[in-house]
Nanobody, 125 residues
Framework: QVQLVESGGGLVQAGGSLRLSCAASGRTFSRYAMGWFRQAPGKERDVVARISWSGGNTWYADSVKGRFTISRDNAKNTVYLQMNSLKPEDTAIYYC??????????????????WGQGTQVTVSS
């Protein structure tokens, strides 16, 4: 069983930055790809970014390309999401997720097997 715990959310003004962290339990963290998703009120949960098990490959939603950076530290069992140039439309609950099964679409919620509880990010205009 894997447990994921996000942190780092908060309230920030437009144009500001935040760094989210997701700490994972278990000794097999480094074997699996990880993703960040977000869900705004009344909307579906959408992918933000994904990183391969080694950190060598990353994928981003078009809406965050050039502003957000996903990274991981396998020695610390942690994945990060650096968010710069934040916009009010980035306001959402942000979730990290672990893909244990593999083979699914990188952007699909159903491709991920374990989820954190989420952390709120609010960007004021």
């Amino acid at each position: 069983q894997v447990q994921l715990v996000e942190s780092g959310g908060g309230l920030v003004q437009a144009g500001g930055s935040l760094r989210l962290s997701c700490a994972a339990s278990g000794r097999t963290f480094s074997r699996y790809a990880m993703g960040w998703f977000r869900q705004a009120p009344g909307k579906e949960r959408d992918v933000v970014a994904r990183i391969s098990w080694s950190g060598g490959n990353t994928w981003y939603a078009d809406s965050v390309k050039g502003r957000f950076t996903i990274s991981r530290d396998n020695a610390k069992n942690t994945v990060y999401l650096q968010m710069n140039s934040l916009k009010p439309e980035d306001t959402a609950i942000y979730y990290c997720a672990l893909d244990k099964t593999g083979g699914g679409m990188w952007y699909a919620v159903r491709s991920y097997d374990y989820w954190g509880q989420g952390t709120q990010v609010t960007v004021s205009s």
